[in-house]
Structure formats: C-alpha cells, structure tokens
C-alpha cells in the first residue's frame, strides 16, 4: 500500500494550488487522511487532516486559505490552497491511517506519501 501525491508546482503569492494524494493496494480503510509540510530548517508541520466521515481540522496559519476535503470512493485526498503566500513554500506530504491486508491478515500502519514541493513566489 502506498500513498501518492501529485499537485505541487511554481506559483505567485496570491495564487492558487490543489494537491492530491491517491492511495493504493489492498486497502481495507482509511481512517484520518492528512497533509503535512516542512520547510527548509523547520519542523514537519500540520496542515490539515480529515476523518474518513469529514470531520476536518486545520493549522491556525492556513485556516481559511487551504481547504482539505476526501473522495472515500477513490481513496483520495486534495488540498486547495487559496491565497498562497511565499511561507506556504515548503514540501508537502500526506498522511493517512490505513488498514490493509497483508496476505490473510489486516495490518494498521500510519502511511507517509513521497512529498510534493510547493513553491510561491513574492
């Protein structure tokens, strides 16, 4: 099972980006699904997660510019990001909580995507 991201690219401040992250394999259900971003020299960071029936939550410097949202039929999360701003440059990753099986059996495991750079320029 894996998780691939897709999205990321060049923008100016102001503009807009819509990530997205399909998972694969024999996925028995997603729980949380989540986007995460590190900056140069900074820590893995927040930036918004979703749970498997919506329920949504958001770092506070992205509230009201980014949007997460969830196709459960295609395993699938996005990220809108809306009114870029050059803090929002980093490489962006997404998370989630999967159940598979591995032969006959189901295994958890929290699954990380490869990342996917976002760039904004000022």
């Known amino acids: 099972v894996q998780l691939q991201a897709s999205g990321g690219g060049l923008v100016q401040a102001g503009g807009s980006l819509k990530l997205s992250c399909a998972a694969s394999g024999p996925i028995f259900s997603l729980n949380r699904m989540a986007w995460y971003r590190q900056a140069p020299g900074k820590q893995r960071e927040l930036v918004a997660g979703i749970m498997y029936e919506g329920k949504r939550n958001y770092g506070d410097s992205v509230k009201g510019r980014f949007t997460i949202s969830r196709d459960n039929a295609k395993n699938t999360v996005y990220l809108q990001m809306d009114s870029l701003k050059p803090e929002d440059t980093a490489i962006y990753f997404c998370?989630?909580?999967?159940?598979?099986?591995?032969?006959?059996?189901?295994?958890?495991?929290?699954?990380w995507g490869q990342g996917t750079q976002v760039t904004v320029s000022s």
């Open positions: 998370n989630a909580g999967a159940t598979y099986y591995s032969g006959s059996h189901l295994t958890s495991e929290n699954l």
